[in-house]
């Protein structure tokens, strides 16, 4: 059974948690901020399920009342789930969640996933609770940043913060849960830059594996290829298909990394080589490799913060990494 106590990583908000709750500081508005797959709803659930519970210890539901049980078997009757009714979360569902918890006459918790798709008015619906908060109706919203939500709402909530996990931790968690092999764990967790929703959904991808070895495939081409620029330019486009790119772009550059590693600790001889070296890698400058690195980093951080041209901008970086590399 999945606990407070037993959910990796997050030692900061597990402390936080445990201290509003023995200090019976609970707000009746919290909210959870944290990217997409690092947990929020897992957390979020959590939360409820100790809200409900009648013998909480702390942030801890016991797990054996009537109310944990039934929200174990997702039968709570106080539990209430709101998610976008398509795009948007709209006025007519918050304010059914306060005309029903008035019905039941029983404490209810409603989880908000996804908040910032409330529209306008159904943030004011909210903010109208919020002001004359009913005792016993507690909302915990889950939102990626607090900045994509009104400063009135994010104002009148109790935040929390989720952290990505530690790749160590991480890896820990797929091995356990998953029966994932250690490399593979340890792979995995560094793709999916500690966020555990990432990493489980890429341990269920019975693709994956597939996926790896097309990757170590172009940073092998662009280490030595020598590919003519029709070739270069097809790679681009095949990659600004792919839904996974920005993983894909992360597991480009963790194998240039290793290759830096290595190329590091033979020189200075400050650690073993492994047993099988990629010797295609070790013949790559250190330095060309940590540019590689550099711009495969500051293309994934394009990609995630603007529109720009997928295509164009990844047949001129295959462009300059296969310069730089070869
Ligand atoms: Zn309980």
Excluded at 53 to 71: D, K, L, Y
Excluded at 82 to 104: C, S, W
Excluded at 274 to 282: A, V
Aim: charged residues 25%.
């Amino acid at each position: 059974m999945t606990t407070v106590a037993n959910m990796v990583g997050q030692k900061e908000l597990r402390r936080l948690l445990t201290a509003a709750f023995t200090g019976g500081k609970v707000s009746h508005a919290l909210l959870l901020i944290g990217p997409t797959g690092s947990g929020k709803k897992s957390w979020g659930r959590l939360l409820a399920k100790a809200l409900l519970c009648h013998e909480r210890t702390g942030a801890e539901a016991c797990g054996e009342c009537q109310s944990c049980r039934s929200f174990d078997r997702n039968n709570n009757p106080g539990y209430v789930s709101l998610k976008p009714d398509g795009t948007k979360l709209k006025t007519e569902q918050v304010k059914a969640v306060k005309r029903n918890f008035y019905l039941a006459g029983n404490a209810q918790v409603c989880l908000i996933e996804e908040a910032e798709k409330m529209t306008a008015e159904a943030s004011s619906s909210l903010l109208k609770i919020f002001e004359e908060p009913p005792a016993g109706l507690t909302f915990i919203l889950l939102v990626d940043e607090a900045r994509r939500l009104p400063d009135t709402i994010v104002s009148r909530c109790q935040s929390y913060y989720l952290r990505p996990l530690a790749a160590k931790e991480l890896a820990g968690l797929l091995e356990r849960e998953r029966g994932v092999s250690a490399e593979k764990a340890a792979l995995l967790a560094r793709i999916s830059m500690g966020l555990p929703g990432h990493a489980l959904a890429l341990a269920a991808d019975t693709t994956l594996d597939e996926r790896i070895v097309e990757v170590k495939s172009l940073a092998y081409n662009l280490a030595v290829g020598r590919a003519p620029i029709y070739q270069l330019l097809g790679w681009a486009d095949q990659l600004a298909q792919k839904e996974d790119l920005l993983p894909a772009l992360e597991l480009l550059a963790m194998i240039y990394r290793d290759g830096l590693m290595r190329n590091l600790c033979r020189s200075g001889d400050l650690v073993q080589p492994r047993e099988q070296p990629l010797n295609w890698l070790e013949k790559i400058m250190p330095g060309d490799l940590e540019e590689a690195i550099l711009l495969l980093n500051q293309v994934v951080h394009e990609l995630e913060t603007t529109n720009v041209n997928r295509r164009l901008l990844l047949e001129k970086t295959l462009i300059l990494l296969q310069r730089r590399l070869t």
